[in-house]
């Protein structure tokens, strides 16, 4: 029974990501982002290192894979990959010094750019 469920939250999961706009992709990536600093924090604090260095490996490739979908032909690309670059410089560092105090301001400046996708999100659907 708990294989089935298991099975069907993956497959919705696969196809929520499937179906999903470019715009709602990048929400997920920062959520997913959100999700493995705060489960670094509590994995560090718990003594989980190894736990807490394969969010901070995973939450480095998600980064990596919202600068490399940038058009970096757009004047608003070239303002996005300082701070993609400073939230993976973060990610590094915080992963080599296994220092909980940098997750929160780290935390907080993603979650404002999830906030700022948002309001482009939303605008974007009220024009269509």
Not at 61 to 77: F, G
Not at 101 to 108: F, G, H, K, N, V
């Amino acid at each position: 029974m708990v294989a089935k469920q298991t099975d069907t939250v993956a497959a919705y999961r696969r196809n929520s990501i499937l179906t999903a706009s470019p715009m709602d992709l990048i929400l997920m990536l920062f959520d997913g982002i959100r999700k493995d600093l705060l489960q670094t924090k509590a994995a560090l604090e718990r003594g989980q290192i190894e736990t807490a260095h394969a969010k901070l490996m995973n939450a480095q490739a998600i980064i990596t894979e919202l600068l490399n979908s940038l058009d970096l032909k757009l004047d608003l690309a070239q303002g996005i990959v300082p701070v993609y670059d400073f939230i993976y410089t973060e990610l590094v560092e915080i992963n080599t010094s296994k220092d909980t105090a940098r997750i929160d301001p780290l935390l907080e400046l993603v979650s404002e750019w999830r906030e700022i996708w948002q309001a482009v999100a939303d605008s974007t659907h009220m024009e269509s």
